[in-house]
């Protein structure tokens, strides 16, 4: 009978949670603006702050100023990249040109070394690689105009951040009721925890794309790659998606040099540097900046990105470690699920050392 009420509950158990993954995924329109509004009620708060406490202003107006302010600075970036991409679709015939006209020297220079005949050239086979380079760059653009979607609807989600940072007291006197059973206390200091590490997520990555930004257009102008500057910073502020975010960044700005140079090493030697740089951002300059304020497992944030992004495609990639570090905090809070917190935890070093030493010493000792 026991075993039987075991099966059953363990049964219920996985049928709510592939009900609850089914609802996060139909309601991802709906969910993916109030999570990207939660996240950046968390950027916001310190202007509303300062507007509140220092100016003396009234929440509505500090409110108002902040979500203003931060919209304005929004609009800058997305319009100069928009330019910056138009410029560059604008000049997609001279480059697609360029890059054929490489393809086909390429091809005769392997050619005459492998003695390959005329007939069997691979130049005059119907390959079309002017059709698969031509328009590419007009591609480029609405990639990111479609990436640019992961925001998500850009009428909705200032609307929710207004509510979020004015009506804050409302929401967590709705969180003490819904938690009633839990002392305010608890619940305060559960609210500043989650709070606390959003934030030191939010601040570490925008110092981890500036500095990668800054070293992404240094190497870019040693090389002489044209618009380094945008080429750099628009890599570094694709490390919101994380791992895949940077390679396809220093795509972009390899094809360019492939186009715009004189020798294919310069395109090599962009994903070069791009690659030292990410080498650098993700064993020295991100461990270094955020260090152990994120405390998630290195297993963890890699099946985080993947079950997210299969859950809310790109968007999902950028919400899914805030969201994992979160559950952390709340895991390791609850008794029942402290073994869920542990496992989304860093392991500490006894947990990666090998028993092959002691075992040796076993041996030897037995030995003798």
């Not at 950046?40 to 202007?47: A, E, Q």
């Not at 870019?220 to 919101?240: C, E, Q, S, V």
């Not at 952390?328 to 860093?346: H, S, T, V």
Request: positive net charge; aromatic residues 16%; hydrophobic residues 50%.
């Amino acid at each position: 009978m026991k075993n039987s009420i075991t099966v059953t509950h363990n049964t219920l158990n996985i049928l709510g949670f592939i009900a609850i993954v089914f609802i996060l995924y139909v309601l991802k329109p709906i969910i993916m603006p109030l999570l990207l509004a939660m996240i950046f009620s968390v950027m916001v708060f310190p202007v509303q702050k300062f507007f509140e406490k220092k100016l003396k202003c009234n929440r509505l107006f500090a409110t108002l100023s902040s979500i203003a302010i931060i919209i304005f600075i929004t609009a800058l970036v997305i319009f100069y990249i928009y330019f910056q991409i138009n410029s560059i679709s604008n000049n997609g015939e001279n480059y697609s040109t360029k890059i054929t006209e490489l393809y086909y020297n390429t091809i005769g220079y392997f050619e005459d070394i492998l003695n390959i005949s005329e007939r069997n050239s691979l130049a005059n086979k119907d390959l079309k690689v002017e059709n698969l380079v031509k328009g590419n760059f007009d591609k480029i653009g609405k990639f990111i105009s479609e990436s640019g979607s992961l925001f998500s609807d850009l009428a909705l989600i200032p609307i929710y951040l207004f509510f979020f940072l004015y009506y804050r007291r409302f929401l967590r006197a709705f969180v003490y009721k819904l938690f009633r059973n839990n002392s305010k206390s608890f619940l305060n200091y559960m609210i500043k925890k989650i709070y606390n590490v959003q934030r030191n997520y939010l601040l570490g990555l925008t110092k981890v794309i500036i500095i990668v930004g800054i070293l992404n257009t240094v190497g870019l102008l040693i090389l002489g790659i044209k618009n380094a500057f945008f080429f750099g910073f628009f890599a570094a502020l694709l490390l919101l998606i994380p791992y895949i975010g940077i390679i396809i960044g220093s795509l972009i700005p390899a094809i360019i040099a492939l186009a715009t140079k004189d020798s294919a090493w310069y395109a090599f030697g962009v994903v070069a540097v791009f690659g030292f740089i990410q080498f650098l951002e993700g064993y020295f300059i991100t461990p270094k900046i955020t260090g152990s304020k994120v405390s998630i497992n290195a297993f963890i944030s890699i099946l985080s990105l993947i079950v997210f992004s299969m859950l809310w495609g790109i968007s999902g990639m950028i919400v899914a470690l805030p969201i994992t570090a979160s559950l952390k905090i709340i895991f390791d809070e609850i008794p029942r699920l402290n073994a869920y917190g542990f496992l989304i935890g860093e392991p500490v070093d006894k947990h990666l050392h090998s028993n092959a030493r002691n075992r040796l010493k076993r041996w030897k000792k037995n030995k003798k």
